[in-house]
């Protein structure tokens, strides 16, 4: 991998609640093709991936639950209480993961890829690495963080940051060190100067904005962008303004929800009328926010941000499309059968990553879920 042509691979790592995801989600802003490798190890050992079997002869068939997954929660506890297991699962998770890794690289067409790990200095990934990021944050910082985000009280946020490798030794041996003290706006400064520090001519236009105009109902084609932090003022407007409210969204709010999600704005004769958020994680892509003027065509205006999330998505290699809905778009069902997709429940979504990811967005709220399979060719099936 480190000797395909053209490629330049960033290896992004730190301890627990010090901004990783947020980081590596900024950089995918920016253009690259990111990689978590955390989350690919789940997915070696999945019912159908090539660890699955290794893992039950390995540990035992009580790990199995109902659905014939291997339960995560009763195989953690059994390895992070035994380091010789711990061990034992690395031998066979990371070969795999390494192996994906590989395979998503070699698919990628873009020319920088980042490689998220937490482990990344202590396994075989950082060798392929021409650049280490280390991300870095007070401890008070991950304190709050995992009692704000995880629900730990004190005792457990300062167990699990005391159970990791000292973070100084991460920083000692990296190339670019991100210091995230919790302000977005900052964050996003650092990361985009190191990222025109390898990517030549990479640059922000700070002046571009997404309009809003109030006069006349536009009538022409419609356009999509991908929307970046620049443009946070208008999208911030335009979901109060669409959600008659309940969704009150400031400037900081829509910065912080790009350390989430990315946006496409849908743009009519020169007016914001419309966006989508949306992510792909773990190769799963998840629309959960849909937004419309009332005067657009709903079907044009549909087909023209959906279509383009996908396309975006292709390029991320994702291989499944989830949509969650609210009640107006929800009844569109001729709509979105156009589109490929069918309404789903998540544990009719077959592929544990694609439940997993539908289980988790379909909590945000009362959504329906409508699903589409974006390429057959999965990694992490059986060799």
């Not at 006069?215 to 979901?239: C, D, N, Q, Y």
Request: charge should be neutral; aromatic fraction near 6%.
């Amino acid at each position: 991998m480190s000797n395909l042509p053209g490629k330049f691979v960033i290896g992004l790592t730190g301890n627990i609640a010090t901004g990783k995801s947020v980081v590596r989600r900024m950089l995918e802003h920016l253009g690259a093709y990111t990689i978590d490798a955390d989350a690919l190890s789940h997915r070696t050992y999945a019912k159908g991936a090539p660890g699955y079997q290794q893992v039950i002869d390995k540990f035992g068939r009580w790990l199995v639950n109902k659905d014939g997954e291997i339960d995560r929660k009763k195989l953690g506890n059994l390895v992070f209480s035994d380091a010789e297991a711990m061990k034992q699962l690395e031998a066979i998770v990371h070969p795999l993961v390494r192996q994906a890794t590989e395979i998503l690289t070699k698919r990628a067409s873009q020319p920088v890829i980042v490689i998220e790990a937490i482990k990344l200095l202590e396994g075989e990934l950082r060798m392929v690495c021409n650049s280490i990021w280390v991300t870095n944050a007070p401890e008070e910082v991950q304190v709050e963080r995992l009692i704000r985000k995880r629900g730990m009280n004190r005792e457990q946020a300062l167990e699990r940051i005391h159970m990791q490798s000292a973070q100084s030794a991460k920083v000692a041996v990296a190339n670019i060190v991100i210091t995230n003290t919790g302000s977005y706006d900052d964050l996003w400064k650092q990361v985009s100067e190191a990222w025109k520090e390898i990517v030549p001519g990479a640059s922000e236009a700070a002046t571009e904005t997404a309009v809003i105009k109030k006069p006349a109902i536009p009538t022409g084609e419609f356009t999509v962008k991908r929307g970046k932090p620049k443009h946070s003022s208008s999208i911030a407007e335009l979901i109060t303004r669409l959600s008659k409210g309940q969704r009150k969204m400031t400037v900081s709010d829509v910065m912080e929800s790009f350390g989430d999600k990315a946006y496409m704005v849908l743009e009519q004769d020169g007016q914001l009328v419309g966006l989508a958020g949306w992510q792909v994680e773990n190769l799963v892509s998840r629309t959960s926010d849909i937004f419309l003027e009332e005067h657009v065509d709903v079907n044009k205006a549909l087909e023209t941000l959906i279509k383009e999330v996908e396309s975006a998505s292709g390029e991320l290699q994702s291989e499944a499309s989830l949509v969650f809905t609210m009640s107006g778009l929800s009844a569109q069902e001729e709509i979105w059968k156009q589109l490929g997709y069918e309404r789903r429940t998540p544990e009719t979504l077959g592929v544990q990553a694609w439940q997993d990811a539908a289980t988790e967005s379909i909590q945000i709220g009362s959504s329906a879920l409508f699903f589409k399979q974006l390429r057959q060719d999965r990694v992490l099936r059986p060799i």
